[in-house]
């Protein structure tokens, strides 16, 4: 047996183990920049990235789009009679992948691991197969569970929402799913449980109640959340935000509607933000915009790493390369103390007409060199010092006395109007920004790799 594969057949016989061969190399299926025990400060670039692949994109989509069937061989579906043993072999495929890639992580909805059963007991005794195996599979490779959800929006019971629908029913049933997704996280260790809010949202407000829908769905996380801690979760509950689709208005809208929400509903002490850069675009964001934020509050948790098209209004979910986009976001995460529970999961998608054995790997490469890269070139910034110097000196007249008083709450609107009598019009706030030559010493950094 192979060391890389785990189940009774190879799924991916073309591709071995992917190795580190530097910039130079011209081996499609080799690291150019992941060198995953290369030391960046204190840590590896493996304990930095955390990277995880997502079941749903890579072994469950099969390139179906509004317009045309599926396009993907995926073997695994192919050569099984029954739902659940397609299940076993997709898993078997899956743990190759990861085994090969070399990422530490993966992440699942409970559909993607076991198919919906005739009713809920049988859903939960599908899932509870596949998790053992799961659970053999994981200690086979190392391989770790980043993060579990329930998917509450692929079945057209959902199409009113899941937490937030106006049929009692139908929540309860939503209930049933997040129970079991809670359990098959815990069993798996698990070090995240997330929640993107599918169809939490409306597509009119003249058949919607957005007042009850939005304390539903506050009530529906308090119910999840006790749950977890009851049953010994000890990681983080996650929120992905993002703005519209499937639902016209989403309620998780972005990172800041997000934080909002988590406040007045007192449910800050256990969730984060598990930050989607094309959600960010969809919400007019830049990706960076949305982890500063949330790392502003206090909420930074995990990241969904994916890029959309500038040209699309739409949820690409292509794989991410620029490496402009990713030098900002491990800025930004760096800044933010990195990730503790969280990592980057690749929550993207090869185009369906990648068709070809290998697209799978090289789309994961790619994207593993883009946040490698960024992460060389985040850390060269930080350790630079130039920008963040930069940044602390246009704000020093806060350091004086003056300044210091009114950050820190210890001063009115009359004093502060008094200060401002006597600093006078003169040349008050005629300072540079220096936007073009911060850019271009950004073009520097990125180009010194
Ligand atoms: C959908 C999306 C989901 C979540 C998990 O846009 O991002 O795949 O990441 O439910
Ligand atoms: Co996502």
């Given at each position: ?211 009850k829908e939005k304390d539903h769905l506050a009530r529906f996380l308090i119910m999840a959340r006790d749950y977890g801690r009851k049953h010994g979760f000890k990681g983080t509950f996650y929120i992905e ?137 985040a850390d060269k910034m930080i350790a630079d010092r130039k920008i963040s110097a930069f940044v602390k000196k246009r704000y020093i007249s806060f350091n004086t006395p003056e300044g210091v008083k009114f ?43």
């Open positions: 047996m192979s060391d890389y594969y785990v189940g009774k057949k190879e799924y991916f016989p073309k591709v071995g183990k992917i190795k580190y061969e530097g910039p130079k190399s011209d081996n499609p299926l080799a690291f150019k920049y992941y060198d995953p025990e290369k030391k960046i400060g204190k840590k590896t670039m493996k304990d930095h990235l955390r990277f995880a692949v997502a079941y749903w994109h890579s072994f469950c989509a099969d390139g179906t789009d509004p317009f045309g069937s599926a396009t993907l061989a995926q073997p695994w579906k192919t050569d099984a009679k029954k739902p659940m043993d397609a299940a076993v072999h997709k898993l078997d495929a899956a743990f190759e992948f990861f085994s090969k890639l070399g990422v530490g992580y993966y992440c699942f909805h409970d559909r993607d691991l076991a198919p919906e059963g005739a009713t809920p007991a049988e859903s939960e005794k599908n899932l509870f197969t596949m998790v053992r195996k799961a659970k053999k599979l994981q200690k086979a490779t190392g391989v770790k569970l980043l993060w579990g959800t329930a998917n509450l929006f692929s079945h057209p019971r959902f199409m009113n929402g899941a937490a937030t629908n106006p049929e009692f029913g139908v929540v309860a049933l939503a209930a049933t799913q997040v129970k079991a997704a809670i359990d098959a996280t815990i069993e798996l260790r698990g070090q995240g449980y997330t929640f993107w809010g599918g169809r939490e949202g409306y597509m009119s407000l003249m058949n919607t109640d957005l007042k935000p993002k703005p519209m689709e499937p639902a016209k208005h989403q309620y998780d809208f972005d990172t800041e509607t997000v934080i909002g929400f988590l406040r007045h509903y007192g449910l800050d002490r256990d969730f984060r933000l598990n930050i989607e850069a094309n959600h960010a675009e969809l919400a007019g964001h830049d990706f960076i915009h949305e982890l500063e934020t949330a790392a502003a509050a206090g909420f930074f948790g995990s990241v969904d790493a994916n890029r959309g098209d500038a040209r699309n209004g739409w949820d690409t979910d292509q794989f991410p390369n620029s490496y402009y986009e990713t030098a900002l976001a491990m800025y930004a995460i760096l800044r933010a103390g990195g990730f503790t529970t969280g990592g980057l999961n690749f929550d993207a998608k090869i185009r369906r007409n990648s068709i070809d054995h290998a697209d799978l790997f090289l789309a994961h490469i790619g994207g593993m060199d883009a946040f490698a890269a960024g992460l060389v070139i950050a820190g709450g210890k001063m009115t609107l009359e004093q502060l109007s008094a200060i401002g009598e006597k600093v006078g019009y003169g040349k008050a706030g005629l300072k540079s920004g220096k936007q073009e030559y911060l850019e271009n010493l950004f073009n520097q950094y990125l180009l010194g790799l």
